[in-house]
């Protein structure tokens, strides 16, 4: 018999968790102004029309949410024609990503994700008491060959952000199908969608299609990226039948609160919004790019909004000293040691007056003897 334990003990896999760092947020002392590019918010706010929906439900804080997010699901149903009775909302889609873990995955069975795949996934395989299996990138981007050999008989689930945060990569729809068509009917395939919005390239597609066609795929989007509403914790999946009714059954009955329903509604609804983030973003992710490239720190392509710099450390040019130095004049940017990636520091693309003080701290910093 084994010893009885002193105190309680969690299941095994949770203490192995490395709990999430999310991005800083505070200035360094002495600094006036700060400039947030560590979470990847978007510098336009949210839509004003999300603004005023989310203050008329502070007259009402106190009735419970519909349970089931009706009328933002029928608004999304409708944005992307979609049936909403395959859609699930969820408190951010962090929320929907652990749920889904916790709906498939247990014990001896295998998550897979890639070398710098999001962190959310290992720590939602790892809460659920599944083990994380880690399939080597190349050039910073999904190898699906290596995604492909990864797999086990043990594989469950496996997890593909595109484009993939902190490295701002992403494949073609080619190669999503090419790993799809290589896992068995038993294993869920999680395209994680976080940054569709940003993405311009003709051969990137989100996996709506995919999700439609198929038993095993879902699909997971997010309010808090280009929509602005990080703050209400927001985002949504699509899947089929079977894997909405595994999620509906084990979602809290009230995952998502009212305010962020309905700004949500509101938020999908204005077009305008997500298109004038879409044009900012596209006017300074090639110029910011190609400026910090010019001061000799590579940059990895982004599709998305933010850029991934990779630090030699000749001269003492280090991620650390940088961050440092960014931080000493307000701009607070992501450390991505957590990812293995203790060279780099992940900066999001801000408003104009963020990103010019980056190109001019960054040359400041380089130039530093
Ligand atoms: C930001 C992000 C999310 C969104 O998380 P929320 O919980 O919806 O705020 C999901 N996946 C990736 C890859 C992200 O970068």
Redesign the pocket.
């Known amino acids: 018999m084994s010893a009885a334990l002193q105190r309680p003990v969690p299941r095994p896999g949770v203490l192995q968790i490395e709990a999430y760092v999310p991005g800083k947020s505070a200035a360094a002392p002495g600094v006036t102004k700060i400039h947030k590019l560590s979470s990847?918010e978007t510098p336009l706010g949210a839509s004003p029309l999300a603004k005023a929906a989310f203050a008329a439900v502070g007259q009402k804080l106190e009735l419970y949410p519909d349970g089931s997010s009706t009328l933002l699901r029928q608004a999304i149903g409708q944005k992307f024609g979609l049936d909403p009775a395959r859609l699930i909302c969820g408190s951010?889609?962090?929320e929907i990503l652990s749920l889904l873990t916790n709906a498939f995955v247990g014990p001896g069975d295998e998550g897979l994700y890639s070398e710098y795949g999001?962190l959310?996934y290992k720590i939602a395989i790892l809460a659920a008491g599944g083990t994380p299996v880690v399939a080597m990138e190349r050039d910073f981007r999904t190898d699906v060959d290596a995604m492909i050999g990864a797999l086990t008989p043990r594989t469950k689930i496996v997890y593909l952000?595109n484009p993939?945060?902190p490295t701002g990569t992403y494949i073609p729809f080619d190669e999503v199908k090419r790993l799809h068509a290589a896992l068995p009917p038993h294993v869920l395939l999680v395209l994680?969608a976080?940054y569709a919005e940003y993405v311009r390239r003709n051969d990137y597609a989100s996996g709506l299609e995919l999700v439609a066609t198929s038993e095993n795929v879902v699909m997971t989007r997010?309010f808090?990226?280009i929509y602005g509403l990080?703050n209400l914790?927001l985002?949504w999946m699509y899947g089929p039948e079977a894997v909405v009714d595994a999620v509906n059954r084990i979602r809290g009955p009230f995952n998502v609160n009212g305010a962020a329903i309905a700004a949500g509604v509101a938020a999908i609804n204005d077009q305008a919004h997500v298109d004038a983030a879409v044009a900012h973003n596209d006017a300074w992710l090639p110029v910011l790019t190609e400026q910090i490239a010019a001061l000799g720190i590579r940059v990895t392509p982004s599709v998305g909004n933010f850029l991934l710099l990779h630090f030699d450390g000749a001269k003492g040019k280090t991620a650390k000293a940088a961050d440092a130095f960014l931080a000493s004049r307000g701009i607070i940017v992501r450390a991505v040691g957590a990812y293995g990636l203790p060279d780099a520091l992940r900066v999001t693309i801000g408003d104009a007056e963020a990103n010019r003080l980056v190109v001019e701290t960054l040359t400041a910093f380089m130039q530093a003897a």
């Open positions: 990847n951010g889609s962090d999001f959310v952000a993939n945060n994680d976080a997010t808090s990226k990080a914790r985002g």
